[in-house]
């Protein structure tokens, strides 16, 4: 891993290349946790260059002075691809990563060949400003390990029989600092690019944990209004690629299969 300047701050990046005519492909993460939480399912992308990183905020990426929204990410994702040299790829967005990016494929559509989209959304819920308003408040006042102990029972379908999984994702959240967390979260209040969904001309995948509340029957609305592919991954929450790797790995490196000739 290595730390380059971008857009005004010091990202945090990850590249493993295969070779030089290999596809790229990109992964953008999810609020409160850093390029790690996709560690256990790379071995499903043989033959891609993988490129990762932490958005701002997150893991070993600076945490930002000042206001954050998914302009900003958006041209982060960008400039990560411009420094690794991918100048097209297939990106990988997890819930945050969703809309960071829609946005950068509104931007420039000619540098993605495929999307996958993994328990995110297009645009906030309408309770959205007080959900996260909320979240933010408990952090503040529990610190971010008190964050991580609500986050992981919420985001996990087994935090008590798996313990070694809670205890990766609680370090994660623990490990991100409150400026990072309260800049995204408050860029999640308001953010929507569903405008952009009727737009998408490319493979389009939607990936969701069947526990993760009512996000799985809205992404396969989505999915279906759109004529992309839906993946259910059974008894996951939130964060699939996390907590069923086995699963969601071989589902997206299907995908991906009809996306490399």
């Given amino acids: ?27 953008s993460n999810s609020l409160v ?25 997150h893991g070993e990426s600076d945490a930002p002075s000042g206001a954050v929204d998914f302009d900003l990410l958006s041209e982060d994702l960008l400039a990560v691809m411009d420094m690794a040299g991918a100048s097209r790829a297939v990106c990988m ?4 990563g969703v809309p960071t990016t829609l946005a950068a494929y509104e931007k420039a559509p000619e540098r993605f060949r495929a999307l996958v989209l993994m328990d995110g959304l ?36 087994t935090p008590e029989t798996d ?25 999640l209040q308001t953010y929507d690019y569903a405008h952009v969904l009727p737009t998408l001309s490319l493979p389009v995948l939607l990936v969701a944990g069947l526990c993760d509340g009512a996000i799985g029957k809205t992404m396969q609305d989505i999915a279906d209004d759109i004529g992309a592919q839906f993946q259910g991954i059974p008894e996951a929450g ?11 790995g071989p589902v997206v490196a299907t995908f991906l299969k009809g996306v490399a000739r």
């Fill in 1 to 27: 891993m290595t730390r380059y300047p971008i857009n005004g701050t010091t990202l945090n990046i990850q590249i493993d290349l295969v070779g030089e005519h290999a596809p790229w492909l990109v992964m």
């Fill in 122 to 157: 297009a645009r906030a819920a309408a309770t959205a400003k007080e959900t996260w308003g909320a979240r933010i408040a408990e952090a503040r006042e529990g610190g971010m390990s008190g964050y991580a102990e609500i986050t992981a029972k919420r985001w996990l379908t």
């Fill in 163 to 187: 313990p070694g999984t809670a205890e990766g994702l609680k370090a994660m959240i623990a490990g991100t600092s409150f400026a990072g967390f309260e800049a995204c979260a408050t860029a």
């Fill in 33 to 57: 946790t850093d390029l790690s939480i996709w560690q256990q399912i790379l071995p499903a992308f043989q033959g891609w260059n993988l490129l990762r990183y932490d958005q701002r905020g």
């Fill in 238 to 248: 939130h964060v699939p690629c996390f907590e069923r790797p086995e699963t969601a």
């Fill in 93 to 96: 967005g997890l819930s945050m």
